[in-house]
Antibody, heavy 122, light 110 residues
């Protein structure tokens, strides 16, 4: 069964850091691009960042550019999101999702993980 | 303010049909494929339509997608109370170099 399992969420103070992980099961991980998408309370889905199959190409949403870094370890079938300089507005449920192909810029998102909750609060 | 515009809510009776619109521009919908997602807050979003009008395995043919110019539409027929959820359109925006989603449409089955 194709499955994505996120971890690493928690409560952090503004300005703090957190590293999210996403473990992939049931498919050839390095055949696919991957993305992080978040859902803040009362708001819509927001794409955060994407990475291609090799890890050599990455993209970021404007709201996180310069603060977040996406990476992957194909040997460990894992995706990561290093989040620095966290802000209150980064509070959200963070999902990892598989792209429809090798790129981070094309395709679609399927499947999605269950999400890991990040709360930024003083 | 989302790059893609969706109506905040739609509603219809069980058994009826509903459509959800998604309006964009030439930098996103006009030149890229559109996908649609069903989301119950707190749970994993689910892919309903990809490449404008294709259904993944396991998605019933009650769900359909179409695209014309810079707009896309999701159609749902034979509405069931279990269809109540938030629906999002999404696509790549070539000018922003970013994936963009609509603001989401809440479906109520009366």
């Amino acid at each position: 069964e194709v499955q994505l399992v996120e971890s690493g969420g928690g409560v952090v103070r503004p300005g703090g850091s957190l590293r999210l992980s996403c473990a992939a099961f049931g498919f050839t991980f390095d055949d696919y691009g991957m993305s992080w998408v978040r859902h803040a309370p009362g708001k819509g889905l927001e794409w955060v960042s994407g990475i291609n199959w090799s890890g050599r190409s990455t993209e970021y949403g404007d709201s996180v550019k310069g603060r977040f870094t996406i990476s992957r370890d194909n040997a460990k079938n894992s995706l990561y999101l290093q989040m620095n300089s966290l802000r209150v507005e980064d509070t959200a449920l963070y999902y990892c999702a598989r792209q429809g192909g090798t790129s981070a810029t094309l395709g679609w998102f399927d499947p999605w993980g269950q999400g890991t909750l990040v709360t930024v609060s003083s | 303010q989302s790059v893609l515009t969706q109506p905040p809510s739609v509603s219809a009776a069980p058994g009826q049909k509903v459509t959800v619109s998604c309006s964009g521009s030439s930098s996103n919908i006009g030149n890229n494929f559109v996908s649609w997602y069903l989301h119950l807050p707190g749970t994993a979003p689910k892919l309903l339509i990809y490449d404008n009008n294709k259904r993944p395995s396991g998605i019933p043919d009650r769900f359909s997608g179409s695209k014309s110019g810079t707009s896309a539409t999701l159609g749902i027929t034979g509405l069931q109370t279990g269809d109540e959820a938030d629906y999002y359109c999404g696509t790549w925006d070539s000018s922003l170099s970013a994936w963009v989603f609509g603001g989401g449409t809440k479906l109520t089955v009366l």
